[in-house]
């Protein structure tokens, strides 16, 4: 067994560290990764409970900055061995301009590989998404495929496109020469809908149904599968295949994955259930409570009002065409890629997931009331 010197002697750093997703890989890295000797987290918006990690043994360093700024992103990177690229805009409610998502997801994730490639990091996982994939703008389901089966991947949002025009440019960089002549190792990692404790839609959706007297009301039949994945197991992931990618370059370099684990496929509303249920939520109508065709139409009108009040106001609802599509669409995955490549097994059962989200919904209804 090496030393403690010498087993502590790698720097990694996590963009987007401070997000919903990112927040739990860098309390994954400090707990399950004990080659760690310095954890960087790279954020435009860094949390105050950062403050609280660099009490241990593990340098914790915080760099506020913006991945759109190269510059900002090389600092950020030399002298890591190892990136996970998690910062990103998640927006598919209108809330930022198609250019600004693009600058960020696609221009940010450039930066992100010139700089690994500059200073000479030489490994680098991307958090992409299933909606690299889909739903297509077709709305062909996707019914529990895998990393292999064909589907039509054609997008117009700005939001999938950006992940995909992303995923695309770290997977070609597997293989390039770092500074110092070493390859740059790159994979991507897919989640489904990511579920758990910080959730920001869930907590919306849950707030929605208290105005609404503790009701929601039944849009998508039960019957339209949705793939969802515990954030911890989300987060594991991440961690495994950082590591395993340093000992199996050549079988994992330039490779996609799946996240997945054992949560149930059911409807993105019936998922939610599981958790707004034991909150004190009731999900209204066994089958959707209004026609598709009236359902389209709200969609349609709250795009128009989004772009009318936009001189004014964001007005920027769940309910939009794109969400309703991708609601309405089944998208769930099957795959042991994870497993078969670097040994994956998720951390957290259904039953801890589900427990743990529930705990969290809990403590931030106790402490809204
Ligand atoms: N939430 C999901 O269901 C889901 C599913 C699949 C993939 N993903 C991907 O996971 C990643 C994280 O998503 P999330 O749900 O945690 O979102 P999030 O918005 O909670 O986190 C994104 C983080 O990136 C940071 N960020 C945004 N723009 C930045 C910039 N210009 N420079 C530096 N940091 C910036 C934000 O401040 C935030 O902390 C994203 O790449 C997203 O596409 C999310
Ligand atoms: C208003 C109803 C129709 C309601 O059911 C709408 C739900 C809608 C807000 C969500 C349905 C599917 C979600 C997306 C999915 O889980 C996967 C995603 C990929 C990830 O990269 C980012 C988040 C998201 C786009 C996620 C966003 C919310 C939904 C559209």
């Given at each position: 067994?090496?030393?403690s ?6 720097v990694?750093l996590?963009?987007?560290g401070c ?6 890989v860098v309390?994954m ?5 004990p080659?760690?000797?310095?954890l960087?987290i790279?954020d435009?918006h ?6 609280e990690l660099?009490?241990g043994p593990?340098?914790?360093?915080a ?8 510059h900002?992103?090389a600092a950020?990177v030399?002298g890591?061995?190892?990136?996970i690229?998690?910062?990103g805009?998640?927006d598919v409610?209108?809330?930022?301009s198609?250019e600004?998502i ?9 930066n992100v590989?010139?700089a690994?490639?500059q200073?000479?990091?030489q490994?680098?996982?991307y958090?992409?998404s299933?909606?690299v994939?889909?739903?297509?703008i077709?709305?062909?389901?996707f019914?529990r495929?895998n990393?292999?089966?064909p589907?039509?991947?054609v ?6 496109s950006?992940k ?8 070609e960089?597997n293989g390039?020469?770092?500074r110092g002549?070493?390859p740059?190792?790159?994979c ?6 990511i579920?758990g404790e910080g959730h920001?839609?869930m907590r919306?959706?849950y707030y929605?149904?208290?105005r609404l007297?503790g009701r929601?009301?039944?849009a998508i039949?039960?019957?339209v599968?949705?793939g969802?994945?515990?954030?911890g197991?989300?987060a594991?992931m991440h961690?495994l295949?950082?590591r395993?990618?340093q ?7 330039g ?5 997945y684990?054992k949560?149930?496929?059911?409807s993105?509303?019936d998922?939610n ?5 034991p ?5 209204v109508?066994?089958?959707p409570l209004?026609?598709y065709?009236?359902l389209?139409?709200?969609a349609a009108?709250n795009a ?6 936009r001189p004014?106001l ?14 309405n669409t089944?998208f ?7 497993q078969?490549?670097f040994g994956y097994?998720p951390?957290f059962s259904?039953?801890?997931?589900r427990?743990?989200?529930i ?11």
């Open positions: 067994m090496a030393d010197a010498q087993a502590q002697k790698l990694y996590v963009t987007g997000g919903f997703l990112g927040e739990h309390r890295l400090l707990q399950q990764e080659r760690l000797r310095e960087r790279f435009l860094l949390g105050p409970w950062l403050e660099k009490t593990v340098q914790v360093t760099i506020q900055g913006d991945v759109t700024q190269a900002e992103v950020a030399a890591a061995h190892v990136v690229h998690t910062a805009l998640v409610f209108g809330r930022a198609p600004t693009h600058e960020v997801n696609v221009q940010g994730t450039k590989i010139e690994c490639v200073t000479g990091t490994f680098l996982v958090t992409s299933m909606e994939v889909g739903p297509n077709k709305g062909h389901p019914y495929g990393e292999d089966t589907y039509e991947a997008h117009r949002h700005p939001y999938p950006s995909a025009r992303a995923e695309q440019l770290v997977l960089a390039r020469k770092v002549g070493l740059l190792v790159t991507a990692l897919r989640p489904t809908g579920y920001q839609i919306d959706i929605q149904g208290l007297g929601l009301f039944r039949p039960a019957s599968e949705h969802r994945v515990y954030v197991n989300v594991w961690v295949v950082a395993e990618l000992q199996r370059p050549a079988l994992m370099g490779q996609v994955y799946f996240c684990d949560s149930p496929y059911k993105y509303e998922f259930m599981e958790f707004l249920g909150c004190g939520l009731r999900l109508g066994t089958r209004l026609p065709w009236l389209m139409f709200l009108l128009l009002l989004q772009w009318l009040l004014l964001l007005y920027a609802p769940l309910l939009n065409p794109y969400t309703l599509a991708m609601a089944t769930t995955v099957s795959t042991n890629k994870a078969r490549h097994e951390l259904w039953e801890e997931s427990t743990r989200t705990r969290w919904m809990q403590a931030m209804d106790s402490s809204a009331q």
